[in-house]
Structures are given as C-alpha cells and as structure tokens.
C-alpha cells in the first residue's frame, strides 16, 4: 500500500529533458466476508479500497454484468448481499475507473463468492427492545415504528390476534436497502414503508399500517447490520364499533368489537350523557354490545362510545353517532309521507282530473253552441218556461250591476247541457 503514488520517468540529454512521463500506480484491497465458504442467510459484504483514493471511482457488478448498488464510506467502496443463498454464488467485478485523461479506461478485477449450500447463519447477536403494548381503531392509519438504527434489510413477522402458537408467525414484509426484491403478503394493500423521517434506501425503516379487526396481533419488526440484528415486538389491539339491525325487531343493536384479548383489561360502552345507564345485551370476550329501542327519540339519539382499556392503561376509543329518523307526517288516507315535499301528493293530483275535465267538456259545449246558433239570453221569468235550478233570476234583476251578464241556460232537447257533461 506505501508504494502507491505517481512514478515520473524522465528522458534528459544534457540536462535538456526530452520526454517525460507521469504514471500512477494505484493499489487495490478487495475485501470480502464473512470468510468463505459462506452460510445461506448471511449478509455478503464486498468492500474495495484504492490508494490513492482521490484517482479513482469504483463501481461493482453481480454475475451477468448487472450493476450492483453501492455506498461509499471514508475508506471503501461497499455493496453487500443480504440473505445470500447458495444461487447468489459466483464472480463478481470490482472496476476501478480512472479520473483525467484515463477515464475511459477501465480496470476490472473478479472477485469470488463461494456460498456454503449446507450452512445456514443463525442470529444469535440479537438486541431485544422493549415491548410496546397498543391499540387503534380499525381503518385508521397506525405508525408501526422498528427499532431506530439503519440496517441493511428488514423483516416484518406477524402472530395473528389470539394465537396459541408461535408456530403461526408469518413473514409479512421484507425489505432490501441494497436493491433486493421487497418481499410482501396478504398485507400488501394496508402495509406500507413510512416516508420522511424514515428512508428505506438509506436503510431506516419504519412502515405504516391501515389495518382492519383480523389485522391485530403480534408484529415482530427486526433490521439486521451485518452479522447484527435489532429486534421489536409490537403487540397491537383493533378496535372497530358497528349497529346492527335485526329484520322485525324493535331494538337497534350497537356492537363494539376488538381483538388480541391476551393484552385488554375491558371494554365499555357508554353515552354522551353519562349519568344513562345503558343495558348491555351481550359481553363475551372479544365483544360487547348495548341495545337501544326502536324508534329512535331525542332522548336515546346522540353519540356512543365503546372505549377499550389495555392492562398497561393505555385507552382507546370509538364513536358511533345515533341520529334521529327523518320527520315523517300522516296524509289523509292515512298513508305515511316525507316531508316537506315540492311535488303535490298523489291524492290531489287525482282530485284535480275530474275537475279539469269537465271545465273543459264545458268550454267545449259553449264553444259549439256560440258558433252553430249563438246564445239563447233572456231575463227569464215565471211562465211555462222551465226555470233555472241555480238561480233566481228576479233576484239577478233587482241586484245592483257590476259590470256581468247573467245568462240562463234552458234545456233544449238533444242540445241539452246536462246530456252534454254526461257525455264528458
């Protein structure tokens, strides 16, 4: 390494300098560990070093030419493999790129990984924080926080809520800040990488969690660095409120519904005016429910509460708000209408047909009787005349005038006005 630098070879005549070459010399070290052959599961780390430093770049690539992602630190060059299996054993380049008039020359030297196919790495460098005991509500967005230190990769295992056996633990998510494939499961539409102040590039994990009743459980975040692995158990309650109404019943239903019991010292509900007393229909582990009666008044409408204590006394809640039916009005014919209402009821509707019916049958007989003969008027009087049955005309005569005509319509055979409107 002390031999590296830049050698002048110099051609002199006479002390006249005829030519002059500059030629660096730039050693490389080439790292890798852990030490061949190497377990399955480890975390390969390939580091270069070149000195001088300030003359080179170094860049590396996987079996196949494929570019690798790498960091650079003070001193090396670093790309790593974590979760190697035994299909990731092969050459891989390490390729030094002059700077200055040599930069479109590259120098590539291979480096061989062995992977031990009957070797698999154990953990056993793992730092457990302390456990976090919490609840949330369902369909609310969860901060599923990992241990705060910047690793190379991270898994995410899930116990479902209430279970027995260890042996139910699920790799939910697994994430690679070296460029790897991110591994997720059925909780891929409600678990996802938290963004700032975390970055997963930069290998600060963190992921955000929208989850529903099942959703709850154990959750075992674990970042790994090198050959070192941090640990975080999360062990979360979900807590979601829902009304249930039964067909013929006179009772609506509230239920209030949680999960992972193992971490819940209880479950209540209760009224925004506390000094009610609410009956509780059903309280069976993982479930509790009240019950109000139907209809709905002022008195029972209004916001209910099912809050849910943790053993650490911790305290979550959800609200379900009880509203009033809509104001409803009994027509004439008894039958139950909204109101208020822009469009007539039915029944007027009806009531206006025959109306507007014969008001125009009426129009119509006028109209033919004005063109065929015009209009038989007379002030009629007592004589053998038939009379009109709505009106005495003597009366009309002795009345002051206001300006209309009194007209007497008589009966006049097939002309007959009342034959007319029966026929309307």
Known sequence: MEDSGLYSCLIKQQERKLKEKIILLAILTVTVLPAAPIPQLSTVRLAARVNP???????????????????????????????????????????VHPWGNSSNTVFAFDVDVTVDAYSVASFT????????????????LFPLTCPGVQGDYVRLHWLPPDSKKHSEVELVYQNDSWGGLTFVTKHNKRLQLAGPPYNAEAGSFSFLLTPELK????????????????????????????????????????????????????????????????????????????????????????????????????????????TLPRERVMDVEGVSVTTPSLLPSLSALLLLVPLVAAAVCVLLWRQKHISDRGTEQSMSVHSGEAENIYENPEDIRQAPSLGSVYMDLKPRGEDDVYKELERC
Request: glycine fraction near 6%; charge should be positive; proline fraction near 3%.
């Open 125 to 140: 460098n793992i730092t457990y924080e302390t456990e976090i005991s919490t609840a949330t509500r369902a369909q609310t």
């Open 53 to 95: 430093g300030y003359a080179v770049k170094i860049t590396w690539a996987a079996p196949g030419g494929i570019y690798m992602k790498s960091k650079k630190t003070n001193t090396d060059t670093v790309t790593k493999l974590p979760l190697v299996q035994n299909k990731d054993g092969g050459t891989y380049v390490c390729m």
């Open 215 to 322: 959703d709850g459980g154990l959750y075992i975040c674990e970042v790994f660095l090198n050959d070192i692995a941090v640990s975080r158990r999360t062990t979360l309650s979900v807590l979601t409120a829902t009304v249930k109404t039964r067909h013929s019943s006179s009772k609506l239903e509230l239920w209030c519904l949680y999960s992972e019991l193992s971490q819940v010292h209880s479950a209540r509900w209760k009224y925004q005016n506390e000094s009610r007393h609410l009956h509780v229909m059903s309280k069976t582990p993982g479930r509790i429910a009240t019950i109000l009666p139907l209809p709905i008044t002022s008195d029972t409408a209004g916001n209910y509460t099912c809050s849910l204590q943790l053993n650490n006394g911790r305290t979550v809640w959800a609200t379900h708000a009880v």
